[in-house]
Every structure is written in C-alpha cells, then in structure tokens.
C-alpha cells in the first residue's frame, strides 16, 4: 500500500514518524454524455459567456465573482501568499474525550502507520487513547491544504480522521422539527424493538444495493442489445401517523420475532446475511 503522506504526530516534546494511507475507496460507475440518436460520444468545450468562443487553456485564469458579474483576477502569486507552510507534522493541539465530539464533524479516515523508530512511541500513544477513550485534535498540512483532524484508536492501530471546521457545518435553524410528546407505552414498545433487532457490528453485512442493482441493470441492458427493459413501479411507503403508533410497533415487533426465531437457538434478532469473502493481496 502506497503511502499518501509521511511526516510525524507531534504532541508535547513528542515526535512519531508516521506514514498516512488510504482507509476508504469509492467507486463509481462511470458514465459518458451520448448523442441520441447513434450514441456518439459528447465532448465539452470551454467557451466564454460574451460571444460564445471556445478558449484555449492558454488563456484562462482565475477570478473571484465578488459582485454579480464583477471579478478581481487571482494569480498563482496570490495562491503563495496565503499557503500555509507544510511542515508535515500531524500537530495534536488537545486531547478531548472522543465521545464529545459531533459525529458530523468526521470527514474522511486514513490509517496511521509507524516509521522506522517511531514504533513504541507509536504504541503508547494508541495505548493512552483507547483506555481513555480520547482522540487528539490536530492541524494537519495534505497537499497545500490545510485540514482539521482527530488522531484515534482502533484496536490494534491509530488512525487520522479529516474533520470539518465549525463554520463548514451548516446551521439547522431552518428545519421544522415539531415538539412531539410521546406516551410510555410507545416508548417501551420502541425500545424492547430496538432491542429486538439489535446485531453485534459487523460492516459486511451491509452491502451498496444501489451500486449492485445498477450494475445488473447495465448487465441486462447489454445482453438484451441495448434495448429497454420493462419498467417496475416502486411505492413509497406512508410516514407512521401518530395515532396507529402502537399498532405499527406492535406488529414490527411481531415480525422481528418471527426473524428472531429463524436466526439460530438462542439469539434474537435478524437471520444474520452471510459473510463475503475479503482478499487480503496487497495492494500495488
């Protein structure tokens, strides 16, 4: 696995060399803009507004729009001038309890790995982070850009995660959230089905049905030559209205039980799906 960053986690006097890797992918079927009627493929040209001319990259630059149609042009001089220095030091500025923080502000992970000589210190401060369920708030310079993150432990490692700043997290003033009161019987109910269909974690029982079912779509579509495949209608289900709470409850408990007694002896809950199969090859 190729490492995207190397630097250090710095905190006190505390100095770890640290490689970043990749913890996430995304994949994404790609598509491309067709002419209708021989599937031609499009290509986009860069004109400008005024006169519809195609521009050359020769002769485009960067502007800010700072009122409606007026721009103050931006150089690759004035992108220097505001570049934090790249120190390539995960810089932890404080240790919070980890369970403080609000989930939204998590953005992105990376695996944390130790470099020659770093490995003790790299131990410790795993060891310090797990038994005091802490996370180390840090600055951190990737590619010109500046980035909030939280350095954290998992079981056996320490990973990054790229967070947002506070003004990035928008503000839900907006949302119409109504005070709803709910009796003791709903609440109980709730609860005992949320105990119900409550799983040990397992992440490879949740799979990107979209994705799959997408990807069988574009399978028929081939071998049916192209043609169009016959349309299935898809009804959203009604929002739970207050008044037959208890009864929708009621049978959701019913049908977890049913799911319940189908899973093996002894354990409540959902028929767990099988495991896939995970390659352990290295990556190139």
Do not use: C
């Given at each position: ?66 009122e409606k ?70 600055k951190v ?129 959902r028929k ?13």
């Open positions: 696995m190729r490492p995207v960053w190397k630097g250090s986690i710095s905190f006190g006097l505390v100095t770890i060399p640290v490689a970043l890797h990749n913890a996430t992918k995304h994949e994404e079927l790609k598509f491309r803009m067709l002419r209708k009627g021989d599937l031609s493929p499009i290509n986009y040209k860069r004109v400008a507004e005024v006169d519809g001319k195609e521009v050359p990259w020769s002769e485009i630059v960067k502007g800010y729009e700072y149609g007026k721009f103050v042009l931006i150089t690759d001089e004035d992108f220097k001038r505001v570049d934090i220095e790249a120190t390539e030091t995960i810089d932890i500025v404080d240790f919070v309890k980890a369970d403080e923080i609000d989930p939204m502000f998590f953005h992105k992970p990376y695996f944390l790995e130790p470099q020659k000589g770093g490995g003790g210190a790299y131990a410790l401060l795993r060891e310090v982070l797990a038994k005091t369920g802490k996370a180390g708030i840090a310079v990737i590619k010109t850009r500046q980035h909030l993150a939280a350095v954290k432990a998992t079981e056996k490692m320490l990973i990054l995660e790229l967070m947002h700043f506070a003004d990035d997290i928008v503000a839900a003033d907006g949302l119409r959230i109504p005070a709803t009161k709910l009796g003791k019987r709903e609440e109980e109910m709730a609860k005992t089905l949320v105990d119900q269909m409550t799983e040990t974690w397992d992440p490879e029982r949740y799979t990107d049905d979209y994705k799959s079912n997408l990807r069988k779509v574009i399978e028929a579509k081939v071998e049916a030559g192209g043609k169009e495949l016959p349309t299935e209608k898809t009804k959203q289900r009604p929002a739970t209205n207050v008044i037959d709470l208890v009864a929708v409850l009621q049978k959701s408990l019913e049908e977890a039980g049913k799911t319940g007694a189908a899973a093996a002896p002894g354990k409540a809950g767990k799906a099988p495991r896939k199969k995970t390659s352990h090859k290295k990556a190139a």
